[in-house]
């Protein structure tokens, strides 16, 4: 076999052409392997970057998802417009005008009490735009506070409200008048009493003094005790001068009383009609043969 003299990178002679051959072969190899170090930094690249992308998309989309309700699955897409620029978050309260579109047949509003978006026939495909427009009138916005008020008062819900009483949230949803979240039916457990809302601005407006604070009428959902009306059995004085209304509820009521130890300096007065005495003889306003009859006085 012929001889061929060549020198590799270290200057040292090749002797045969096996080595040529396995030197050639040897720098093939490396070549390879280099590419496919490079491809897989590359395809390394691009998943990083598809991750770091996807895990900014579903920390936004959370960000919209948190105040929204729970529906038992995702909505794919929810995307938040204000005045005519996008947010990745839905505005503080305020004089908005809203409008909501949504997919696939998913019908949408805006609850201005809750400050939330309501959804019904909603699938797992749905898309929804809620776009806010600044420029709604004090007149406006209270007309859909009074509008979803009304839903509250006449939806009968009984959910266990007690951690917005813990906080002291509670107090701020009832005086701004939203009811955020409040509905007749849900119930409160403090001092080992379960209390119920049985009413939501009842009294509001009423009175030969007006009352025009937001309030909620709350019963305990079993009684409290049981007392008479009066020591006697007399009607003497009516409602307002029993030993119930003079003694008894405002014993409940004061600060170390069963009511009063619950809600404290939350309790206001409101003024309704009481009868202060009782006629057993006199005819009374329906007419007939019935007698006896009480006069009052608010």
């Known amino acids: 076999m ?12 090749l002797e045969t052409n096996n080595q040529l051959e396995r030197f ?19 395809i390394g690249s691009i998943t990083l970057y598809k991750t770091f992308a996807f895990y900014e998309e579903k920390k936004s989309f959370n960000i919209l998802k948190g105040r929204i309700p729970d529906f038992g699955y995702d ?21 908005y005008k809203t409008n909501v579109h949504c997919t696939n047949g998913t019908f949408g509003e805006w609850d201005y009490n809750n400050w939330n978006l309501v959804l019904n026939n909603v699938s797992s495909e749905s898309k929804c735009n809620v776009e806010f427009t600044s420029g709604l009138s004090e007149e406006e916005y209270n ?13 009968y819900r009984g959910k266990d ?15 701004n008048g939203s009811f955020e979240d409040l509905y007749v039916g849900d119930y409160i457990i403090a001092n080992d009493i ?42 003497e004085g009516g409602y307002a ?17 069963v009511i009063g130890k619950a809600f404290g300096g939350h309790i206001i007065e409101c003024q309704n009609m009481l009868s202060m005495g009782i ?14 009859a009480s006069n009052g006085v608010g």
């Open 241 to 257: 001068g029993s030993r119930m209304a003079t003694s008894t509820l405002p014993s409940l009521a004061a600060s170390d009383g």
């Open 143 to 155: 007309k859909y506070i009074e509008a979803g008020k009304a839903l509250h008062r006449n939806t």
């Open 75 to 95: 909505i794919k897409m929810l995307s938040v417009v204000i005045d005519d620029k996008k947010s990745e978050s839905i505005p503080e309260r305020g004089l």
């Open 279 to 292: 006629d057993a003889t006199a005819i009374n306003s329906s007419g007939g043969i019935t007698v006896g």
């Open 194 to 235: 379960t209390w119920l809302i049985a009413d939501i601005d009842n009294y509001l407006h009423s009175g030969a003094t007006e009352l025009t604070k937001h309030h909620v009428t709350i019963i305990p959902a079993t009684p409290l005790m049981n007392a008479p009306m009066n020591a006697t059995a007399t009607t």
């Open 2 to 13: 012929k001889k061929v003299k060549k020198t590799n990178g270290g200057g040292e002679l």
């Open 24 to 42: 050639t072969r040897n720098k093939k190899n490396k070549k390879i392997i280099y590419s496919i170090v490079g491809m897989l930094l590359i």
């Open 161 to 175: 409200i007690t951690p917005y009483y813990t906080d002291g949230s509670l107090y701020i949803r009832i005086s």
